[in-house]
């Protein structure tokens, strides 16, 4: 905390007039990257689409702020605060983001879109989803696969092959996730 105070110009001892500690700052932190999550998956489900496309949204937008923000996303998931340390509030917030989720999940169920599983199941396959392409891309590990095999264009977003292309690689795993990979004469 007295590092993090030098490091910002203020006095050494300033951080402690607002964090008690460093578990605390890391917690403010991490609900700060959990309210930006929760707006970007609360802004794709607003959108004109049928249910089914904004599952795809939600785990697009989850992606998205995780390659555009990795720091916080990694403090959001990581180890740094172990479950018995978050705050309320942090808690709180995670619900909020997720259970958006499960809101879209619930109104493709009420439209008979997809079968009537137990939706938090459903719910933590697609963020289980969401959440392995968000770290694969942000450890470099998809496009590092991609183009041992020759397959640079599933990452690439036009002319700027140093960027993913989160569109195309959510939808080719989610059509995977929902369609399944088994061929149906094998069921």
């Not at 607002?18 to 999550?37: M, R, V, W």
């Not at 392995?132 to 590990?141: A, E, H, M, R």
């Not at 977003?157 to 195309?168: C, I």
Request: proline letters at 4%.
């Amino acid at each position: 905390m007295r590092g993090l105070g030098q490091r910002l110009g203020v006095s050494r001892t300033a951080p402690y007039r607002h964090f008690s500690d460093k578990n605390d700052l890391l917690c403010a932190i991490a609900e700060e990257g959990y309210k930006n999550l929760a707006n970007k998956i609360t802004d794709s489900n607003k959108q004109l689409t049928p249910p089914l496309e904004k599952l795809r949204n939600i785990g697009i937008a989850y992606v998205e702020f995780a390659i555009a923000n990795p720091v916080h996303y990694r403090l959001m998931f990581g180890n740094e605060i172990l479950e018995n340390n978050r705050t309320p509030e942090l808690v709180r917030l995670a619900e909020e983001s997720f259970n958006e989720t499960l809101f879209a999940i619930n109104v493709c169920q009420e439209k008979k879109l997809i079968r009537p599983l137990n939706p938090y199941i459903i719910a933590n396959a697609l963020w289980s989803m969401s959440h392995g392409i968000s770290t694969l891309l942000n450890d470099g590990q998809i496009q590092a696969a991609n183009a041992f095999k020759g397959l640079p264009a599933l990452t690439q977003a036009g002319t700027d092959t140093g960027k993913a292309n989160v569109n195309k690689i959510f939808n080719y795993i989610t059509d995977i996730l929902m369609n399944g990979f088994i061929e149906k004469s094998n069921l």
